[in-house]
């Protein structure tokens, strides 16, 4: 599901909100996580899952194309852990 989906998926469930508000809300939910990830805290949606940033530490690698070592600097990734009511639907038999 694309960000495009998922709106018009939310619009058709809500008929009393318009399609223009429903964009608005996701655009700010998503700004929002953006956000608290990019001050370097943690979101946590309860039975979904929790959002973090984790730090990658420089090293060593190559370059596929010739062989050669480079050096690939020190990085921050976003993580996600999925919560237990999530695994546990995706996991039912």
Do not use: C, Y
């Amino acid at each position: 599901m694309i960000k495009s989906e998922l709106i018009s998926a939310l619009a058709t469930e809500n008929p009393h909100l318009t399609q223009k508000d429903v964009e608005q809300v996701v655009t700010v939910i998503i700004e929002t996580v953006v956000g608290a990830l990019e001050g370097g805290g943690r979101v946590e949606l309860r039975g979904f899952g929790a959002f973090s940033v984790r730090t990658r530490p420089a090293r060593s690698g190559r370059n596929p194309k010739t062989g050669q070592p480079v050096s690939v600097k020190a990085k921050h990734v976003p993580f996600f852990k999925s919560g237990k009511e999530l695994r546990a639907r995706l996991n039912a038999d």
